[in-house]
């Protein structure tokens, strides 16, 4: 497709539940980042592919938070025994690799999956 | 305290205003800065990179002052598209890649 795109779009969980929100990153794009955004907060780095490989995942809050990519492209955010903490919108974001700087940070954003823990 | 900090509003302007929003950064070896803007309860779209020695598109202008650590966004003759959440971006200074982003300024352009 022309854009990112994430599903679902909404997401209600009870306490405990786990959840898996899928991304389907702009063809061709190597990078792609996972971000969390709270109410009325920016959003907050979670984590970073670059092709299939997990480069960073300094910004997972904890080790219920896990994320794949394996051949690249979809990738899926999961979490596990989520809490009521957890209740924010998941931002896949992509892009191209870029040169010298040049385009390396220019963020291509999907709609987001928005979670609600009850 | 946040890498990047950013007064959150909201500004109320009437149509026609010129209104400009600053945003500071507290890491010196940040490379890249971005204004990106966010409809409600939409995604966040880059607006506009920053350029050292500043950079225009149409109505909007961007400043980047490095020794004082600051960015800002001035918008002329405001229009009430314009309204909307601008957010303050400047690359993560350790790894180069991830964004830190700021709260966001509140924009409420009023006819």
């Known amino acids: 497709g022309a854009g990112v795109s994430q599903s679902p779009r909404y997401k209600v969980a009870k306490r405990g539940q786990d959840v898996a929100l899928r991304c389907d990153p702009i063809?061709?794009?190597?990078?792609l980042f996972w971000y969390q955004q709270a109410l009325g907060q920016g959003p907050e780095f979670l984590t970073y592919?670059?092709?299939?490989?997990?480069?960073?995942k300094s910004g997972l809050p904890s080790d219920r938070f896990f994320a794949e990519r394996p051949e690249g492209s979809v990738s899926t955010l999961k979490i596990q025994r989520t809490q009521q903490e957890d209740s924010a919108v998941y931002l896949c974001a992509s892009s191209l690799p870029g040169q010298g700087g040049t385009g390396a940070n220019v963020l291509t954003f999907g709609a987001g999956s928005r979670l609600t823990v009850l | 305290r946040k890498e990047v900090e950013q007064d959150p509003g909201p500004f109320n302007v009437p149509e026609g205003a010129t209104v400009a929003f600053n945003c500071t950064y507290s890491n010196s070896a940040s490379q890249s800065f971005f204004w990106y803007r966010q409809d409600c309860r939409k995604e966040p779209k880059l607006l506009m990179s920053v350029y050292s020695s500043g950079n225009e598109d149409g109505r909007f202008t961007a400043q980047l002052n490095r020794a004082s650590q600051y960015i800002s966004l001035l918008i002329r003759d405001s229009k009430l598209s314009d309204s909307a959440t601008y957010l303050c971006?400047?690359?993560?200074?350790?790894?180069?890649?991830?964004?830190?982003f700021g709260k966001g300024t509140s924009l409420l352009v009023t006819p």
């Open positions: 063809s061709g794009h190597v990078s």
């Open positions: 971006v400047v690359t993560n200074s350790n790894s180069g890649y991830a964004l830190n």
């Open positions: 592919f670059q092709n299939e490989a997990q480069l960073d």
